[in-house]
């Protein structure tokens, strides 16, 4: 499958001007050192996500309902992963204070990207497979 794999990020477009809209420490971003390990089954996903303060662990099957956390910004959401042709879309809404969020994950040749967006403002973290 195209998510399939371990991914190390390799950088990012405009993610402190997306942390500072989260509410989040710009210090606490710039420490970010996100590492992703994907492994779809069907239309279940299994998805480690490990940072320079944490490790999260989901398991979840596309058009259900889950909460989610955001890793290393401890903000929950509650929202569904949809695929969309070679694409998966994430439509979430913060618990804290009921935000839409969107994240996008996306393979393009070599890199996979997570993009974020809320209120206006997206981001990127774009990522090398390791």
């Known amino acids: 499958m195209a998510f399939d794999g371990t991914w190390k990020l390799d950088r990012t477009e405009n993610y402190d001007k997306f942390m500072e809209v989260m509410g989040v420490d710009e210090k606490l971003a710039a420490q970010d050192n996100l590492k ?10 299994s998805v480690t996500e490990q940072d320079v303060s944490s490790t999260s662990n989901s398991i979840f099957r596309l058009d ?3 909460e989610y956390k955001l890793p290393g910004v401890s903000k929950k959401l509650v929202g569904t992963w949809k695929l969309h042709g070679k694409k998966m879309e994430g439509n979430f809404t913060r618990k804290d204070n ?6 996008t994950y996306e393979t ?3 890199e996979f990207i997570l993009t974020l967006l809320l209120e206006g403002v997206e981001a990127k973290k774009i990522f090398k497979r390791e």
């Open 98 to 103: 009921n935000k839409q969020l969107k994240i």
């Open 36 to 45: 992703m390990t994907i492994k779809q089954n069907g239309t279940q996903f």
């Open 64 to 66: 259900e309902k889950i």
């Open 108 to 110: 393009v040749g070599a």
